[in-house]
């Protein structure tokens, strides 16, 4: 991969890691438990969809972290099944990505 290259996806994976602090940061707020059984259910379901969102957000970090630390290591955009070089498209796509597609589709197998 290209310095050029390089460089660009560690910017877009600071900032992807940025949006991510920030969201997590952010406060779940408690559900109203006024009104009646209707209002009641749907904050409940609001707060578990809060809840579960942020979840997500906790592990895609994870990945996107991970990511910053391959690049600093030097082994950002290199398959960790079969070392071989991701392609720029597939990074694109899923730049925290740890494997190319083609050992993505035999972990589906």
């Known amino acids: 991969m290209k310095k ?9 994976l600071e900032e992807r890691r940025d949006e991510l602090t920030h969201s997590l940061s952010e406060r779940v707020e408690a559900a109203d438990r006024h009104g009646d059984f209707g ?3 749907s904050a409940a379901n609001e707060e578990v969809i809060s809840i579960k969102l942020k979840q997500n ?6 990945a996107v972290e991970d990511a910053l630390q391959r690049v600093e290591a030097g082994v950002y955009g290199i398959c960790i099944e079969c070392e071989e070089e991701i392609t720029i498209a597939r ?7 740890k494997v190319c597609i083609d050992c993505k589709e035999k972990q589906y197998s």
């Open 39 to 41: 209002d009641i259910s």
């Open 91 to 97: 990074l694109n796509a899923v730049p925290w990505t």
């Open 4 to 12: 050029k290259e390089l460089a660009q996806f560690k910017k877009l």
């Open 57 to 62: 957000n906790a592990k895609l970090l994870r």
